[in-house]
Nanobody, 125 residues
Framework: QLQLVESGGGLVQPGGSLRVSCAASGWTLGRNFIGWFRQVPGKEREWVSC????????HYADFVKGRFTVSRDNAKNTVYLQMNNLKPEDTAVYYCAASPALWYCSTDVGGFTYWGQGIQITVSS
């Protein structure tokens, strides 16, 4: 069974940092483009970041550029999202996503087949 599992979320003060992990089971992530999305209640899921299979290419939404860094360790079958200088507006459920058929860094929710369960990030003092 193909699964993605996020970990590392929680509560952090404004200006703080968190790292979220996305681990795969049932298949090898190393060939896949991986996307990160986030969602708040009542709003559509929005694209945050994407990383190429080798990790050599990364892309970010403007609202996280310079603060978030996506990386991967294919040997561990895991992708990471390092979030620095967090703001209250970053509060959301964060999801990683993948699709074996995807051959580019998609920003479209519909482009991804497999999703993690989501993990809550709360930025508050």
């Amino acid at each position: 069974q193909l699964q993605l599992v996020e970990s590392g979320g929680g509560l952090v003060q404004p200006g703080g940092s968190l790292r979220v992990s996305c681990a795969a089971s049932g298949w090898t992530l190393g060939r896949n483009f991986i996307g990160w999305f986030r969602q708040v209640p009542g709003k559509e899921r929005e694209w945050v970041s994407c990383i190429t299979p080798s990790g050599g290419g990364t892309h970010y939404a403007d609202f996280v550029k310079g603060r978030f860094t996506v990386s991967r360790d294919n040997a561990k079958n895991t992708v990471y999202l390092q979030m620095n200088n967090l703001k209250p507006e970053d509060t959301a459920v964060y999801y990683c996503a993948a699709s074996p058929a995807l051959w580019y860094c998609s920003t479209d929710v519909g482009g991804f087949t497999y999703w993690g369960q989501g993990i809550q990030i709360t930025v508050s003092s």
